[in-house]
């Protein structure tokens, strides 16, 4: 390769697919609402199979009936959190923040701690001010996640990549060659964690920017965040000099 050049990568990015993911029975048996609405929409279920559809009055009624019960359960609070926490893995996105802690194995004492500082910091002095505070310590909390949710979509993209890969008793240099590089791939995509960490900063700094507008009567227009130049990672279809990549990142 000639001297002050960048190596063109030699691999297409991987397809991402949808795979539909479906409760466990440890996850049902972790929420009484969800096992009971589940319980009701398979005996639902169950009787359409065996009776088709219900064509006698008994039977409407308690297709009916059992459909009712599934939806005040899943309408009911306590049902409604049981079903968005159940397929919790890394609390990114959950917007019950408190009740995540526990469930992905976090300090709820550390948590409490965190929001305590928060308040501490930024001496919140209405309610709206407190609901604020509380919101905007909630959002750093789910932004020190980050790193557990790539770990998390790196082992997916890992299973994938895996499941791809046919078995072979033995490979030639080229095959190995192609593996290595569907690998560092892999452990070299950061683009979801980025975009996710810029979606969390703009979240960061409308809170803090309504926040200083209450207290300023609207005469300070916070911004830090999102007016940063945004240095994306250059993926070049062909090879890049050295000087090319330096202008590409300072403009």
Avoid at 199 to 205: F, Y
Wanted: proline share 5%; charged share 35%; with cysteine.
């Amino acid at each position: 390769m000639p001297q002050g050049r960048l190596p063109a990568r030699r691999y297409a990015p991987m397809e991402t697919t949808k795979r539909r993911y479906v409760l466990t029975p440890a996850g049902r048996a972790s929420a009484p609402a969800l096992a009971a609405r589940r319980a009701n929409l398979d005996n639902a279920l169950a009787a359409l199979k065996t009776h088709g559809t219900p064509n006698t009055e008994k039977r409407r009624t308690a297709y009916l009936a059992n459909l009712e019960k599934a939806v005040a359960a899943r309408r009911a609070h306590a049902g409604d959190a049981a079903v968005r926490l159940n397929p919790l893995r890394h609390g990114l996105f959950t917007k019950l923040v408190p009740e995540s802690v526990a469930r992905l194995g976090e300090n709820p004492s550390e948590f409490e701690a965190h929001r305590q500082r928060f308040a501490q910091v930024f001496a919140p002095e209405d309610d709206f001010e407190q609901r604020l505070v509380r919101r905007l310590a909630e959002i750093v909390w789910r932004r020190l996640r980050l790193h557990r949710a790539q770990a998390c979509w790196e082992a997916d993209r890992l299973r994938e990549l895996f499941a791809e890969a046919p078995y072979a008793p033995r490979l030639t240099a080229e095959e190995t060659e192609q593996r290595a590089y569907a690998l560092a791939h892999v452990m070299s995509d950061f683009a979801r964690f980025f975009k996710e960490a810029q979606r969390l900063e703009a979240q960061i700094e409308r809170a803090l920017r309504k926040l200083l507008r209450k207290r300023s009567g609207g005469r300070i227009n916070f911004k830090a965040l999102t007016t940063r130049r945004d240095l994306r990672l250059i993926e070049p279809e062909e090879e890049w000099t050295v000087e090319e990549v330096i202008e590409e990142l300072s403009d």
